[in-house]
């Protein structure tokens, strides 16, 4: 073992103390685990229904009938939880996805064995209230404990206290020994299982031995390692492609990472470009499918919204003629989507409407803001009317909070990633606002703080966060936070 792979693997030791596992063995122990829980989650309804509502005998209850349907539902979500925790394990997911297929998997375990009682001829020997409750109450059941388990997998990973892949590295000393410090390996689940030093694999001439790549390579391999990572300049298409050559033989993954120090930027896939493949380093953050989806949502919800809401409207107009001299509604220019210009549609809550590049922002015993202002803007009532904002394509339900063009502008110079938040339409409410992350921003920690929680929604967008932070938007006390 290299002095460079004593001293990495000393460092893991010191920062945290390691449980070293293996990435089969993991997801054997979730297949096992979920499993043995939607069998409980199946059986235990049903035996508590035949013998509490409907009070049938001890003796009668069909136990060994639901036993073996329990045991198959389980043993089907398992399989389906094994091959879930495989795909979050490598990174190739998202959580959101993962708890999507927790409700698909329950939901596609349920129907095949149901499927298979009903080809066995016992279908109706099973109580359809039962396997209705059963289904009902799996779902949440499930949902929490992957949201559980996956969080307390990513925390223990995140601290290098959970390493499963084991890594093999190639390079010259100084671009190996850079990336190993550089890296953090082992707050990524890895750890290292051995290293090669270009410098090292050559012959009395000065000439690469390519037989010594497939040497290690084999070593490994035999040694468990899931990776073998190539450091340097990879430029170098030609020396790349001959290197990859000599391992086909293996069953392994070859990666090439580049030699600096910057680990900021990130590569973020392969695409198809021309003759040639591409590395991507941006993607635009939704597909296609994904903004169809979204945006009928959004015309759904807010076509409901304004017809339920209507009477408010009507009431919360009248009051605010009442309360003070000027219009009801107010529109003020707006920053939204890829930084096109808009104007968002808002209960008039003070005494003037200020907008454009001149104005000044609300602040908490602004003598600006009006008595039944205070009031709409603490419940958010004054937000309301962007739902004609959302019909018209121009904000979502749910997004990061647009804010007035001046403001935009100050707090763009404070934090370069602010503007990456105008790549998806801007929302009613978003996933900052939940968070407790409202009002004015007159702090860094407030800008960089919001700012963090809008780019977390926009790589982790799902439709089920949209409903979940619709929910929050309207129950947790969070959203009410530093209203002004």
Known sequence: MSHTELGYQGIERRRARRVVANQAVLCTGFALGEGALAALAMLVPALFYHGMILNVPLGEI?????GIYSSVLGVLY???????????????????????????????????????????????????????????????????????????????????RLQFQKVAVVGSRADTVRFLLNGNLWKTGYRLAGTLYLEEAVDADGNFREGAIVEFARHWVAGG????????????????????????????????????????????????????NALRSLRKPMSDGAVLAKRIFDVAGAGLGLLLLSPLFAAVALLIKLDSD?????????????????????????????????????????????????FIRRTSIDE????????????????????????????????????????????????????????????FEQIEGRTRHDLYYIDNWSIFLDCWIIVLTVFSSKTRRNAV
């Open 78 to 160: 398992g399989a389906f939880s094994a091959v879930s925790a495989n795909q979050f394990l490598d990174r190739a997911q998202h959580p959101h996805t993962s708890l999507a297929q927790s409700v698909l998997g329950w939901t596609a375990a349920f129907a095949i064995a149901l499927f298979g009682a009903f080809f066995l001829g016992v279908a109706d020997e099973l109580s359809r209230v039962s396997l209705i409750v059963a289904y009902v109450l799996g779902v949440p059941v499930l949902l929490l404990t992957r949201t559980v388990a996956y969080a307390a997998i990513t925390s223990r990973i995140r601290a290098g």
């Open 62 to 66: 069909p136990f060994a009938l639901y």
């Open 384 to 443: 309301l009317p962007q739902l004609i904002n959302v019909l018209s394509g121009e904000m979502s339900l749910v997004g990061p909070r647009p804010h007035a063009l001046m403001h935009d502008d100050e707090l763009g110079e404070q934090l370069a990633s602010y503007a990456h938040r105008q790549r998806i339409k801007p929302g009613i409410s978003g996933w900052a606002q939940v968070n407790g992350y409202r009002g004015e921003t007159s702090t």
């Open 225 to 276: 390692a899931e990776f073998i990572v190539f450091v340097g300049e990879i430029g170098d298409i030609d020396g790349l492609e001959k290197l990859t050559n000599e391992l086909k033989r293996f069953a392994i993954n070859v990666v090439c990472v580049p030699a600096t120090d910057n680990v900021s930027f990130k590569f973020l896939d392969v695409v198809p470009l021309g003759p040639n």
């Open 326 to 374: 000027g219009p009801v509604f107010y529109r003020q220019e707006r920053r939204g989507f890829n930084g096109r210009t808009f104007h968002i549609w808002k209960f008039r809550s003070m005494t003037v409407t200020e907008s454009g590049r001149k104005m000044t922002q609300a602040r908490v015993g602004d003598k600006r803001i009006t008595r039944i202002g205070a």
